[in-house]
């Protein structure tokens, strides 16, 4: 009985995503085309980035309750320590989604 109902609950999700995409599908083609991976590795590149600054704010933040754990006394100069590297680990990824949001839309030119 379940597998009808995972069927139905895909077939309704199809036919919502046909019905909210025509629009797309009914404008005009542009007369060139040109296709390369310079979107694809942007997104890519966006994905990774993302993924490795919430790995490294995860460690910091485990590494600096760990240190105020076993060293209370020491804890507002762990955590001023952690915002600063925190601030530059977030500046360092928006850089990089930045740069490649810029490749992806073909703005940048080498």
């Known amino acids: ?3 009808f109902k995972t069927a139905k609950t895909f077939g309704f999700a199809f036919t919502a995503l046909l019905v909210s995409a025509a629009p797309a599908f009914a404008q005009n ?3 060139t085309v040109l296709f390369s ?8 590149g966006m994905g990774l980035t ?3 600054a919430a790995l490294g704010m995860g460690k910091i933040g485990a590494a600096a ?3 105020m754990a076993r060293q209370p006394e020491v804890a507002p100069r762990i955590q001023t320590a952690m915002i600063i590297i925190a601030a530059m680990l977030e500046g360092a990824t ?3 989604v930045v740069l490649c949001f810029v490749v992806g839309n073909g703005k940048a030119t080498f």
């Open 1 to 3: 009985m379940s597998i």
């Open 37 to 44: 991976g310079s979107g694809l590795a942007a997104g890519l």
């Open 50 to 52: 993302i993924i490795g």
């Open 94 to 96: 928006l850089a990089s």
């Open 29 to 31: 083609q542009p007369t």
């Open 65 to 67: 309750l760990d240190g």
